[in-house]
């Protein structure tokens, strides 16, 4: 596949991706980012970089899975009504020329909005959930269970691009520059911390 003048092909680790006994969500979900970059086999290409990501929906102090069945999406989507809680993605980039790994936190507040019983009666039995974290796909066209969104979109589906290229700036690589544009044209989002995260800020 290619990307701008970029060459990309995927490859998917075997990496365990229990959870630590008292493990922070931050700590977890970069250790399996850190696991799954070094899982890649070797020798890398030389002048290549082995972008590695993991992501978990965190209410609190529990990391919430993939529901096992309906039963369970229900209980999660109710649990996350009309509240706030975080996702969290921990990103890890490899290169194959110096070694050096650099990684990167991305946390953002998804606001649920207040839907209704029917809806996530509908929304759990239609099958979508049973593959998401947290029981949710944010982009899904009907059930649309966000409101309010101001923290980066693209990581709450699973890769914050942005902070993919602050990475990328670290390790001197140049990715092409119009990317984090590119990123919400594609998603149709105008991103409140696109440029703060890009200046290196701590933020979503």
Known sequence: MALGDWSVSSFVPEVDEARLAGEAPADYVLRLAESKAMAVPSPAPRGSYTLAADTAVVDGADVLGKPADAAGAVEMLRRLRGRTHQVYTGLAVLSANSGQMQTDLCITDVPMRDYSDAEIDAYAHSG????????????????????????????????????????????????????????????????????AILRGEAVG
């Not at 979508?128 to 899904?140: E, S, T």
């Not at 690589?173 to 984090?180: E, F, G």
């Open 128 to 195: 979508d959930p049973l593959d998401k974290a947290g029981a949710y796909g944010i982009q899904h066209p009907e059930f649309h269970p966000v409101r309010d969104m101001a923290g980066c979109y693209a990581s709450v589906m699973g890769l914050p691009l942005c902070h993919v290229l602050r990475l990328l700036a670290r390790l001197k690589a140049a990715p092409q520059p119009d990317l984090a544009k590119r990123c919400q044209d594609h998603l149709k989002y105008a991103c409140p911390v696109s440029s």
